[in-house]
């Protein structure tokens, strides 16, 4: 089943990324940015990046880099639908 590209927006649209992830890692914020120890490799200090305006993180560790429903279907192991 595809679902519109509107509807797909929309509901990324409605959620809050560091909500998403603030779900089970620790979310810090440094001046403007919010930053995570990222998800998909093991580290100390926090190098994923949270941009909530913009609905997408981006790790300068590892490079993972995607947005609310990307990071639900690798760290849940859900398929799209």
Known sequence: MRFPD????EVKSRVVLSDVIGRRHKV???????????????????SCYLYDAD???????????GDAIEYLMSQESFSFH
């Open 28 to 46: 810090v914020r440094s001046g403007k940015s919010l930053k995570v120890c990222c998800p998909f490799h093991n580290e100390k200090s926090p």
């Open 6 to 9: 509107h509807f797909i927006e």
């Open 55 to 65: 609905g997408h993180y981006h790790c300068f560790g590892c490079g993972a880099h």
